[in-house]
């Protein structure tokens, strides 16, 4: 049981837009910043979005963060084949790291 | 290039210890604060493990604590994990990832590979 809790799979086709929602409580998003990992098939994750909305370098603006009180969201405008992967929203709660449990994304 | 890779994984019996060791280069690594995360056969993250900086500030996963203890060697860009009293619920990859900022508690922005641990008889 993930202590931030996420749909366990979302889809849709090229070109749509998106969103996974990450729910959590007052003691970690409610009170910290959200961050979105994405996980490539095979692969180790990689940083999406940090401190709720900001975009590292390199990751395109078709990715966006959002968090409103103890939720938060992702979102994927334009949507295409490479990116299907598993996502997870993480945050900080009381000094530990918290995942959610991943939201698998397929593109049909 | 900035890079971070582990060693030290392998099956070991319920019980026994195994230490693992994360290599940093490309960064200034006594500047960030560095964590362990790790991702059972077919499961979610686990955040495990965090260090500040300079080791003034550690902390653990209830699901380790006690068991595991987490150290760094800045003067040789390392980060280590030992790991006492083995479970079988201590399966996992274990990826080694860098912290945005000093103290813990930011993005994890750099990951490793991942070095797997496997706990079994």
């Known amino acids: 049981q993930s202590v931030l809790t996420q749909p366990p799979s979302a889809s849709g086709t090229p070109g749509q837009r998106v969103t996974i929602s990450c729910s959590g409580s007052?003691?970690?998003?409610?009170?910290?910043?959200v961050y979105w990992y994405q996980q490539l098939p095979g692969t180790a994750p990689k940083l999406l979005i940090y401190r709720n909305n900001q975009r590292p370098s390199g990751v395109p603006d078709r990715f966006s963060g959002s968090k409103s009180g103890t939720s938060a969201s992702l979102a994927i405008s334009g949507l295409r084949s490479e990116d299907e992967a598993d996502y997870y929203c993480?945050?900080?709660?009381?000094?530990?790291?918290?995942f959610g449990g991943g939201t698998k994304l397929t593109v049909l | 290039e900035v890079q971070l890779v582990e060693s030290g994984g392998g099956l070991v019996q319920p019980g026994r210890s195994l230490r693992l060791s994360c290599a940093a280069s490309?960064?200034?690594?006594?500047?960030?604060?560095m964590h362990w995360v790790r991702q059972a056969p077919g499961k979610g993250l686990e955040w495990v493990s965090g260090?500040?900086?300079?080791?003034?500030?550690?902390g653990y996963a209830d699901s380790v604590k006690g068991r595991f203890t987490i150290s760094r060697d800045n003067a040789k860009n390392s980060l280590y994990l030992q790991m006492n009293s083995l479970r079988a619920e201590d399966t996992a990859l274990y990826y080694c990832a860098k912290d945005m900022s000093w103290g813990s508690g930011d993005a994890f922005d750099i990951w490793g590979q991942g070095t797997m641990v496997t706990v079994s008889s």
């Open positions: 993480a945050a900080w709660d009381d000094s530990r790291g918290v």
């Open positions: 260090i500040s900086w300079n080791s003034g500030s550690t």
């Open positions: 490309g960064f200034t690594f006594d500047d960030y604060a």
């Open positions: 007052s003691s970690n998003i409610g009170s910290n910043y």
